[in-house]
């Protein structure tokens, strides 16, 4: 493994190098989720938190990861029954000064996990009596804060259940209505619930927003798979807490689902947030956010996504853009994949990258030249795309993964990291200040799954330290962006 920084995009401060700082390996487990960082030792640099697993559907004692930022030493590990595909979100409840962890994955898992400790302090029940709530006994995706809705002084969680492991790709059988749920953040009761306007299962991870000058909390969520038709809504939290979305504002119908999340950011220079999305046979829309008409949409004919964006100021304007990534074929058969830059303007795509294979993972974007426009940070696969995965495939030698930074301003691409016989499907980096000394760092996982694609035999963690400057400007530093909120803001420069 070689570590080379893109040290001719940006003259660096003398006496700053980069360099790999630790490498943590764990054996026989790996992720579907992406690491996002808070101080959990109250040592001044923030540690990564991570859900892990094995097998989708297998039980693991490591399904969630808490990770020393300073060395990578293991700081607690809390088991789950299944793949933990959520990415962490952090609010103290305990009031001790320490992020507390809220986290969910497959096999109804969704825990509240003392941040200092590891402890357990609730876990998901399902209430198979309840008319709406016995839906919800599938996956748990990722959640977001909302202000609070109960009156105990803390913010609370959004998210969505469902999808049936069990259910047949294209079969309309045994797939039951997703349920949109605001659990109490304190103790893990249900607030409110309700299922899919249109009966179908979801896989999004709901998104939140407020425009400047508007008191409703706006709930954006999805439907639909990706071998079943779905749609885009547009709620309120005021509706959730009805327990009644029936009457969501219908955006945009697909004939594959809505699966990532979708992104927040002024499109029009208006003041007010727009909505950017992706089905999964990888339409991608911009919506306004006030009138809710159509900005622009673009067609990616034979693609399919399960991507999110970045977002960032990419090209010469002043209106954010939009990165992606999507996968040629039909699931699960995919061969190469294919990164985009859309000019968040009008959709007109301004860069493309079809070098790598198959991922899931999101770019993230930092301006790593200091020129008032941002870089983006992702990760490729590199091996013969035709492979097809099962038990009695082994992956070649030759097969690698790499973590790559593009510069839009001058087409130039670097290598940050090259790993042979590891992959990154489904972890997206995290990038920004651990330590606060001023430089940016960037935490990456990597994955030994020769065999097949959801089954890990091993997984590494890197800390790599950069001699980049933080920037002046906000970048878009992980799965989701900034804080997982999946909002670029309007006073990002």
Known sequence: MAVVFVGCLLSCKAGKKTELLWTQTFHQIGSQSSPRLTDLNADGTLDVVMGACRAEMDSVDQGVL??????????????????????????????????????????????????ATGEVLWQYQPDLEHPVRKYAHYNFYNSTLVPD???????????????????????????????????????GEVIAADTMPDGKESYMSPVIFQQPDDVAIEVIFGTGGETVAGHLYHTTLEALLQNDISQADRLVSAEHGFIAPPVIADLNADGYYDII???HDSKIIAIDGRSRAEIWSKNFPGMESSNSFA??????????????????????????????????????????????????????????????????????????????????????????????????????????????????????????????DGYLDIIYPQYYNPTDIRRFLGMQMKRISTSKLVPGMAGWSGYQGNQGKSIFPMDAR
């Not at 300073?70 to 962490?88: N, R």
């Not at 009031?95 to 003392?114: E, S, W």
């Not at 109960?150 to 259910?167: K, P, Q, T």
Request: with cysteine; charged share 20%; aromatic share 8%.
């Open 311 to 436: 977002v960032g100021y990419f090209n010469g304007d002043d209106i954010p853009d939009v990165c992606t990534a999507m996968s040629k074929g039909t699931w699960p058969h995919y061969s190469c994949a294919l990164h985009v830059m859309l000019d968040g303007k009008d959709g007109e795509v301004q860069w493309t990258d079809s070098s790598s294979c198959f991922s899931l993972t999101t770019p993230v974007a930092a301006d790593l030249t200091g020129n008032g426009r941002h870089e983006i940070l992702l990760s490729k696969n590199i091996y013969d795309c035709s492979i097809r995965f099962s038990p009695d495939t082994l992956a070649p030698t030759e097969m690698a993964n790499e973590l790559v930074v593009v510069d839009f301003q001058t087409g130039a691409t670097q290598v940050i990291d090259h790993t042979n016989r590891f992959m990154n499907i489904f972890s997206t980096p995290w990038v920004g200040d651990i330590d606060e």
């Open 277 to 279: 999305a992706a089905s």
């Open 66 to 115: 808490a990770l020393d930022g300073v060395d990578g030493s293991l700081l607690w590990q809390v088991t789950a029954p299944a793949s933990v595909v959520g990415s962490a979100t952090f609010l103290d409840i305990t009031k001790d000064g320490i992020d507390d962890v809220f986290i969910g994955g497959r096999n109804m898992f969704l825990a509240a996990i003392n941040g």
């Open 149 to 187: 809705q109960n009156r105990d002084g803390l913010e609370d969680l959004l998210i969505v259940n469902g999808g049936n492991w069990d259910a047949a790709p294209g079969s309309t059988t045994d797939r039951f209505p997703g349920v949109l749920m605001l659990f109490s953040s304190a103790d």
